[in-house]
């Protein structure tokens, strides 16, 4: 533990007799130094480090999740820190304190204020009784993380129900105050689970860089955030159309089958997703070797599709099977992770046939342009967008170009594999650039889309969703989604089918995805008629979309917020999670029943402004509860007073719109 005082000052109970060993023979001493800089008003950097060793890097190292900052290589010493030598502590002045005055019986710290050893170091803050902790990216419980021991180390998910996360970020709110870890390694967070007026933060290397940030409130501290890590440019316009897939469309046949339906039911939609079987090897696999027999003629597949206003995104994931002849191309050329021993490296993932598959290595230049030149031909004869799959799966023994293993990399590695493809679509197609994400880490923000994963089809599934993507929001502003009707299990009910599609079609991007079919005339001609109209809803409120959006890449804010972002001065707005604020000014308000009756709901309105029902113009106070009744083809939703929103027109695609 770092501190400036022997054991002796240190308040130990010397004398006791199941004390354990302080100082005397064996015991180290490792000198640390300690550096606390001014990155900008209101933004300090901490770093620590061990005598001898090279302090974190100004820039990062090139880990690629700081942008271009003046203040990085900031000397000025940051005007809020404060410190004591004897026994030691420090304080960031107004927003956090160190932990360490808390002690055991035997006189040690519940948790010292820094440590330091040759694998790991740690920080522990000091949390008041009233104070929430939130972040950490998207995890599935509770919005407010106190009482949760998290593992921050991205792995595929297996659902949104078994603790599992696909896109940890480093980043939480503590009070009037946000950290920033700045590492790729695991990270270990006790928030209050060990001791509730504890924070302990353990970063898995022997050295120590962190942001705090303060001087306002939420959103003024993500926006400071997202000065340090980027912002995302707003996507194409179609791009907040409905997407409408399934896993899968086996066929040519089957995804025209789809599209033609959308049109003749009369459902707006802008882009068709196929999954894997687009693919030749199409199981874990994607080495860029287009099935004709599934899929005859793309080329005019393509054509055809985007005269009836459809883009198409296609699935993607970073590891190639070793039965393609691509494997053995990009072992030769060096573009597959290896072992230590030169070997490839083989995937952490999921395969009933027993081969290894390979990972391209993002760590490597030469291999990236590779990846992304692979791309190219998908991307000039008319797809869209890239749904990138996976990568949290780099294994341990992994050997990176950097010396690093792949423990070290495991977060890293989906930022790096999104940021090859975004790049090479923007490349490609000369303009904003999207992908459709699974994995991430800070600074993924800066290319948009990320989805919640594989969530199971059921009332807990879509609440996790929900709570997944409000957490998410905090921590990587921007653009999020999710699979409207959940992706695996039975397939949902009627009801549930709508419910989560009322929630899905006012979230920031729409996207139909299951197992089974989540065309809406498999639900039957009432769930068509309600996911018509939410659809056409959606339409109608583009123009206000692409206005949040816009506020999204000028300021750092997500599209979809959690009302403690939009109302941090009321009470009653901290905890909420199951209802969510989209932009500003609409408040949504999901349905978690599958009942087809009309059911009993509780809805918070929050305080500080006046609220607009919806459907009825009816003028609400806010800062109170109310319990309304909501029948299926409704969910509850408010503007809040005073409130401009521009609507548009009901159209089948935004290709109407420009046109």
């Given at each position: 533990m770092i501190t400036a005082e022997p054991p002796a000052e240190q308040g130990l109970q010397l004398d006791?007799?199941?004390?354990?060993?302080?100082?005397?023979?064996?015991?180290?001493?490792?000198?640390?130094?300690?550096?606390?800089?001014?990155?900008?008003?209101?933004?300090?950097?901490?770093?620590?480090?061990?005598?001898?060793?090279?302090?974190?890097?100004?820039?990062?190292?090139?880990?690629?999740?700081?942008?271009?900052?003046?203040?990085?290589?900031?000397?000025?010493?940051?005007?809020?820190?404060?410190?004591?030598e004897r026994p030691f502590a420090f304080r960031f002045r107004g927003l956090l304190r160190s932990g360490g005055e808390r002690r055991t019986v035997s006189g040690f710290p519940v948790a010292p204020a820094l440590t330091l050893s040759e694998r790991a170091a740690s920080v522990c803050f000091q949390l008041d009784p009233d104070t929430d902790v939130l972040g950490f990216g998207e995890d599935w419980g509770r919005l407010v993380k106190n009482g949760r021991r998290l593992e921050l180390r991205n792995q595929d998910g297996l659902g949104s129900g078994v603790g599992r996360g696909y896109k940890w970020i480093p980043l939480l709110h503590a009070g009037s105050a946000t950290i920033f870890l700045h590492t790729s390694t695991i990270i270990q967070a006790d928030v209050g689970a060990t001791d509730p007026s504890l924070l302990v933060l353990e970063v898995e290397e022997p050295r120590l860089d962190l942001f705090v940030i303060g001087g306002g409130d939420l959103k003024h501290r993500l926006a400071r955030y997202t000065e340090l890590t980027g912002r995302p440019r707003v996507p194409p316009i179609w791009a907040f159309g409905l997407w409408m897939s399934r896993c899968r469309y086996h066929s040519r046949r089957e995804l025209e089958e789809a599209a033609h339906g959308m049109r003749q039911h009369r459902v707006p939609c802008d882009v068709l997703h196929i999954d894997p079987d687009w693919l030749q090897l199409d199981k874990l696999n994607c080495?860029?070797?287009?099935?004709?027999?599934?899929?005859?003629?793309?080329?005019?597949?393509?054509?055809?599709?985007?005269?009836?206003?459809?883009?198409?995104?296609?699935?993607?994931?970073?590891?190639?099977?070793?039965?393609?002849?691509?494997?053995?191309?990009?072992?030769?050329?060096?573009?597959?992770?290896?072992?230590?021993?030169?070997?490839?490296?083989?995937?952490?993932?999921?395969?009933?046939?027993?081969?290894?598959?390979?990972?391209?290595?993002?760590?490597?230049?030469?291999?990236?342009?590779?990846?992304?030149?692979?791309?190219?031909?998908?991307?000039?004869?008319?797809?869209a967008v890239m749904k990138t799959d996976f990568g949290e799966g780099l294994p341990e023994d992994a050997l990176m170009a950097d010396g690093r293993d792949g423990r070290a990399w495991r977060n890293l590695y989906p930022l790096w594999y999104n940021r090859t493809v975004f790049e090479a679509i923007e490349r490609v197609t000369e303009r904003n650039g999207l992908v459709w994400g699974r994995s991430g880490w800070a600074g993924s923000q800066r290319y948009p889309a990320q989805w919640g994963g594989d969530p199971e089809a059921s009332l807990a599934g879509m609440a996790a969703s929900l709570r997944g993507g409000l957490s998410y929001a905090l921590s990587a502003p921007g653009f999020w989604s999710h699979d409207i009707g959940g992706f695996y299990g039975q397939p949902p009910s009627p009801e549930l089918y709508v419910r989560w599609a009322q929630f899905g079609l006012l979230s920031p991007l729409a996207r139909a995805h299951g197992l089974s079919p989540r065309e809406p005339w498999h639900f039957g001609e009432r769930a068509l008629a309600i996911f018509r109209e939410f659809t056409e809803l959606r339409y109608r409120l583009l123009p206000y979309l692409l206005t949040v959006a816009r506020e999204a890449e000028a300021a750092g804010l997500p599209v979809m917020r959690p009302l403690v972002l939009e109302f941090p001065d009321d009470p009653g707005s901290r905890a909420i999670d199951l209802q969510y604020m989209l932009g500003p000014d609409i408040l949504v308000c999901p349905v978690f029943s599958e009942s087809a009756d009309p059911v009993a709901v509780g809805v918070y309105l929050p305080g500080g402004a006046s609220w607009v029902d919806w459907w009825t113009g009816e003028e609400l106070e806010g800062g109170r509860w109310l319990q309304v009744s909501v029948p299926l083809d409704r969910l509850p939703l408010y503007r809040r007073s005073g409130a401009e929103i521009e609507l548009g027109p009901v159209v089948q695609h935004t290709g109407d719109l420009e046109a």
């Open positions: 006791l007799p199941n004390l354990p060993t302080v100082g005397g023979e064996g015991a180290r001493v490792v000198q640390a130094r300690l550096r606390v800089t001014e990155v900008a008003p209101g933004i300090s950097r901490l770093r620590l480090w061990a005598e001898g060793e090279s302090m974190p890097p100004d820039d990062g190292g090139g880990l690629g999740m700081l942008i271009d900052h003046p203040g990085l290589a900031s000397t000025t010493p940051s005007p809020l820190f404060e410190y004591d080495d860029f070797r287009w099935s004709e027999e599934k899929y005859p003629d793309p080329e005019g597949m393509l054509r055809d599709l985007k005269a009836m206003g459809y883009r198409v995104s296609v699935w993607e994931l970073p590891y190639v099977d070793a039965a393609s002849p691509v494997y053995g191309e990009m072992r030769a050329a060096g573009h597959l992770v290896r072992r230590a021993g030169g070997d490839p490296a083989a995937a952490e993932a999921l395969s009933r046939d027993g081969r290894p598959r390979g990972l391209v290595d993002f760590s490597r230049p030469e291999a990236s342009a590779a990846w992304q030149e692979r791309h190219r031909k998908l991307l000039e004869m008319g797809v």
